[in-house]
């Protein structure tokens, strides 16, 4: 019998897709609160959804006007945004089976840094940690992280690919029955089964290796959405969960086609 799979799309503020659902008298104005978002992986997990999962970018929409001025009066998408690799913690501990995913960015961000977070998203939840890798698609978010420019499309995604390798590297750094816990003996862990990584490219230095032990699922489900010609490549290359948006059967059967292509 094929089942269908349910993934609840998430943004960690006061909307989702619409820009005035905030307004409606039976919308909860909880965003703030842990409890929000506790409530909403509970119902999804006890509707059998697989995952909860969170879009999330890095800059406050200013388009309009050329300032936040109008996106953040009104409450628009985007005015607000919380981190929700904090909030995927606080629904992985009241729930049990449900799939937990979180949107970083691979250009903003440094690999030790994702790895120790999601490795620690892993242990918390008992293996349930998804990671969307993205590339970050807005130049505006290249001002709040130090750049005047945006990094070029085809880079980004070259940096990305090497970041995942790192990830990789030092999510594989504790190898398995590396944590000891013996209080007879005092053995800690097994040093011998802790592995330095040394990675040196042409984006990232990492010495390693990372300080939380090898997780349940020994690393993160990588989920991409790749659309141009390189983010299919990467997609087809890292994802285990491939999201796409397309206007006909026709138009997804044919992504489909040409990812299950480059994978080969």
């Not at 929000?36 to 800059?59: H, M, P």
């Not at 994702?114 to 978010?141: I, K, Q």
Request: glycine share 8%.
């Amino acid at each position: 019998m094929r089942q269908i799979h349910l993934a609840g799309f998430l943004l960690a503020s006061q909307v989702v897709h619409s820009h005035a659902v905030w307004r409606h008298p039976r919308t909860e104005l909880g965003f703030l609160e842990p409890e929000y978002y506790q409530n909403i992986a509970r119902v999804l997990e006890r509707g059998k959804f697989d995952l909860v999962f969170f879009a999330d970018s890095l800059t406050m929409p200013d388009t309009y006007g050329g300032n936040f001025t109008e996106s953040l009066k009104y409450g628009a998408q985007g005015a607000l945004r919380l981190d929700p690799l904090v909030l995927a913690t606080a629904m992985a501990v009241v729930t049990k089976h449900i799939g937990i995913g979180v949107t970083r960015s691979a250009t903003y961000y440094q690999p030790y840094d994702l790895a120790r977070g999601f490795a620690t998203l892993d242990h918390l939840s008992r293996g349930r940690a998804a990671w969307n890798v993205v590339t970050s698609s807005r130049a505006s978010e290249a001002g709040n992280f130090g750049f005047d420019e945006h990094l070029e499309h085809d880079l980004r995604y070259n940096r990305a690919n090497e970041f995942l390798e790192v990830a990789c590297k030092l999510w594989g750094s504790w190898e398995e029955r590396a944590l000891v816990l013996d209080k007879e003996n005092g053995i800690f862990a097994d040093p011998s089964k802790v592995n330095y990584v040394h990675h040196v490219g042409q984006w990232f230095k990492s010495r390693g290796p990372l300080t939380v032990p090898r997780s349940p699922q020994g690393r993160p489900v990588i989920i991409q959405a790749g659309a141009s010609n390189k983010g299919r490549e990467f997609a087809a290359k890292w994802a285990e969960l491939i999201f796409e948006i397309s206007p006909n059967p026709t138009a997804i059967k044919s992504y489909y086609q040409d990812i299950k292509t480059r994978k080969d």
